[in-house]
């Protein structure tokens, strides 16, 4: 019984920062790939972060913004935002993979005003 619940969105002004958050049950971050993509209505899903093949990548426009991490006692993995623009407004969702399945959290909305 696997659940990925996502949090720490809102609204945030441009220029600002969040933290989101994603914590798991039965799953061990530490030793699955997780991630996180994000959907605007009317654009292609986006990769945010992804850790498989134990290396860290990054999509091309939050690379140097954005940073992903892990805390190993509380099940939870993070996804850092600085510098947040208007274009990052998006519904955020973390995922994680099990034996090639890939489960979804509910997604988290950022919203950066202008």
């Known amino acids: 019984q696997v659940q990925l619940v996502e949090s720490g969105g809102g609204l945030v002004q441009a220029g600002g920062s969040l933290r989101l958050s994603c914590t798991a049950s039965?799953?061990?971050?530490?030793?699955?790939?997780v991630g996180w993509y994000r959907q605007t209505p009317g654009k292609q899903r986006e990769l945010v972060a992804d850790t498989s093949g134990g290396r860290t990548t990054y999509g091309d426009s939050v690379k140097g913004r954005f940073s992903i991490s892990r805390d190993n006692a509380e099940n939870t993995v993070y996804l850092q935002m600085n510098s947040l623009k208007s274009e990052d407004t998006a519904v955020y969702y973390c995922?994680?993979?099990?034996?090639?399945?890939?489960?979804w959290g509910q997604g988290t909305q950022v919203t950066v005003s202008s």
């Open positions: 039965g799953i061990i971050f530490s030793i699955n790939p």
């Open positions: 995922y994680a993979i099990i034996a090639t399945k890939v489960y």
